[in-house]
């Protein structure tokens, strides 16, 4: 591949603009990041805060098909780091990054101190906030400077990454951060959660993954939205989105038009791809999903949990989580038959995909797929 290292023009040189997908797993975010990474001016990068553990230490797969050790693009990128950061050590950073953002601190501590260079490791490290944020923000504006694009996607996910990120924005300008949060009817994500998976790093996935219980999905669900609104909600409004997963595939201009106005770009390159048969490229993504991996698919629904999610595990989502879905404007009873309601309504014929669009599966189905299928509601899944 060719790697550009085009330095963007202006303040977004030393400030990149960061669009940072919080919320659940299981809820779309691969699949957010590959669709906005198509913009010219957009690069997805995926769950960036696994990007040194499990790209430039672990030297897992890139989306591209290459190891990230091997990857040209992460490779100038780590180099463009080093430069960026004064000489940034990868094992230090995953150190930094995982204390400020998984281990000693959480979204709470973060919002409850007034200033961002109060926060500190222990004492005897003598590490600083002002530390990981510097490099973090580094990082950033590597990827913008090799990819040539202005906007940089983090499909990170984790609200004390969020919060972390909210703070470098605030307290040292070092970000223009946009907070998209990502919503999926939580039945759909406990149905996804029961899934297991075989480890097969060629095919995205890292390590063998179990399934869990109906009933711990649907707190775990209601925990992390919980967090996500608690962070989105000390963000600047007109920087901040609260995007359901829904939307965006049975809605899918309506929801990228939101998305241009809130990263400042323009809508029309995602609504031309929306209508045409030209091919995503594969991207950068070194972790997220599974899906990440996969290409060559067109945009549909996934609501495979409808017909096999059981009726009493329903009950138990709805039970445990119903009363903050309701607050998103789920409904409690989902209608089989695909009738078009907020949640479920199918995109409509005239505007639909045409077939060859290639967005990843699972939540997408195979280009192979009769082009009946896109035109008749009663195929979708």
């Known amino acids: 591949m060719t790697v550009s290292h085009h330095q963007p023009a202006g303040s ?15 809820s779309g975010s691969t699949v957010l990041d590959l669709l906005l990474g198509a913009h010219p001016d957009v690069q997805g990068v995926g769950e960036l805060c696994n990007v040194v553990r499990s790209g430039w230490i672990a030297s897992q797969y890139c989306s591209c098909g290459r190891r990230a050790t091997e990857c040209d693009f992460w490779q100038a ?18 150190y930094l990054l995982q204390a400020f953002e998984q281990r000693r601190i959480s979204a709470l501590r973060l919002a409850g101190i007034s200033r961002s260079d109060r926060l500190t490791l222990p004492a005897r490290s003598g590490v600083k906030f002002r530390d990981y944020a510097e490099q973090t923000a580094a990082l950033f504006r590597a990827i913008a400077a090799v990819s040539g694009r202005t906007v940089v996607v983090d499909s990170s996910k984790n609200p004390a990454r969020a ?20 919503v999926r009817d939580v039945r759909g994500f406990a149905w996804s959660n029961r899934k297991s998976f075989r480890k097969d790093e060629a095919k995205g996935v890292q390590a063998d ?20 609104d608690f962070v989105r909600r000390r963000h600047d409004r007109r920087r901040s989105l609260l995007l359901k997963y829904e939307d965006l595939i049975s809605r899918p201009e309506n929801a990228l038009t939101s998305l241009a106005d809130l990263l ?29 991996m996969e290409r060559e698919v067109r945009l549909r629904p996934d609501l495979e949990w409808q017909d ?74």
């Open 12 to 26: 977004e040189a030393t400030r990149p603009r960061v669009a940072f997908i919080l919320g659940t797993g299981r």
């Open 209 to 228: 993954m179990r399934g869990r219980p109906i009933w711990k999905s649907a707190l775990v669900w209601v925990f992390v939205n919980l967090c996500s």
């Open 264 to 292: 400042g770009v323009a809508a029309d390159p995602w609504l031309e791809l929306l209508h045409t048969a030209a091919p995503l490229r594969p991207g950068h993504v070194v972790a997220g999903n599974r899906v990440r």
């Open 163 to 182: 919060m972390a990120l909210l703070r470098m924005d605030r307290d040292f300008g070092r970000i223009d951060l946009r907070m998209i949060h990502l």
């Open 77 to 94: 990128v780590r180099e463009a780091w080093r430069r960026e950061s004064g000489g940034a050590d990868p094992r230090h950073y995953e």
């Open 308 to 381: 096999g999610l059981a009726p009493a595990d329903r009950r138990v989502c709805w039970m445990l989580a119903g009363w903050k879905a309701a607050l998103y404007g789920y409904p409690m009873y989902v209608e089989r038959d695909r009738r078009p309601t907020a949640a479920t309504r199918p995109m409509e014929p005239a505007r639909a995909i045409p077939a060859g669009h290639p967005i990843p599966r699972p939540h997408f189905s195979r280009t192979s797929d009769k082009l009946a299928d896109r035109t008749n509601p009663s195929t979708l899944p």
